[in-house]
């Protein structure tokens, strides 16, 4: 997982409730992403981040939100627009663009009953 | 569709044994291939990274090759561990910086 951290491991929430997701790195890295993980699919990029106070939108962005504030860390919010928030949540982050090495965060398993 | 499909999805292989994973994809241009392992619940580990000039890679007892003619990249397990149980992920970078992800072949080695 290297110096990728995402918390918590798992959370609950009830549909309706928006809910922020944390990523932290210490890699010194300009780059972070965040990624949906669903069964039988490969990774679907959410936002992506290239440098402080500047974000995009990857292929699945509507219902989520993002904010690059600091250069260690790049939250997500999920909010009640998602239609299927359930998911396995992956944050990455590399030295530039995606074009260097990813290095992956433990991820974060979302339940929204 | 898919740009990047793996396969099989899944295979069970005895402890000891190699096995070969398939990675086709349709990306052009594409600047590199990648592996990555994934266990359970946690987030992909990065096994091997493959511009388009070379054939092949290794990472201890992993070996990547790619043919980019044939668009084709296997990855090859040698003398299979308990602990090589994981899926493993297949990745293409497009030259314009996006990444396509396969959806994974799942290993299971069994004692």
């Known amino acids: 997982d290297g110096g990728i951290t995402q918390s918590p491991k798992y959370l609950f929430r009830k549909e309706g409730q928006n809910v922020t997701l944390s990523c932290e790195q210490n890699l010194n890295h300009d780059a972070m992403y965040w990624y949906r993980q669903d069964p039988g699919q490969g990774l679907r990029l959410i936002y992506y981040s290239q440098i402080v106070n500047d974000f995009q939108k990857g292929d699945i962005a509507e219902g989520y939100s993002v904010s690059r504030e600091k250069k260690e860390s790049f939250p997500l919010t999920v909010t009640s627009a998602q239609k299927n928030p359930t998911a396995f949540y992956l944050c990455?982050?590399?030295?530039?663009?995606?074009?260097?090495?990813?290095?992956f965060g433990p991820g974060t398993r979302l339940t929204v009953t | 569709k898919n740009q990047v499909e793996q396969s099989p999805q899944s295979l069970i292989i005895l402890e000891g044994k190699n096995c070969t994973l398939q990675?086709?994809?349709?990306?052009?241009?594409?600047?590199?291939l990648r592996w990555y392992k994934q266990d359970t619940g946690r987030g992909p580990v990065s096994l091997t990274i493959m511009t388009f000039s070379e054939n092949t890679k290794s990472n201890g007892r992993y070996t990547a090759t790619l043919d980019a003619d044939t668009k084709q990249s296997s990855l090859h397990i040698t003398a299979s561990q308990l602990s090589d149980s994981a899926s493993y992920i297949c990745v293409v970078d497009d030259s314009w910086g996006k990444l396509q992800f396969g959806a994974g072949t799942q290993v299971v080695v069994t004692p």
């Open positions: 990455a982050s590399s030295i530039e663009s995606s074009a260097y090495e990813q290095y």
């Open positions: 990675c086709n994809y349709t990306v052009s241009p594409f600047s590199n």
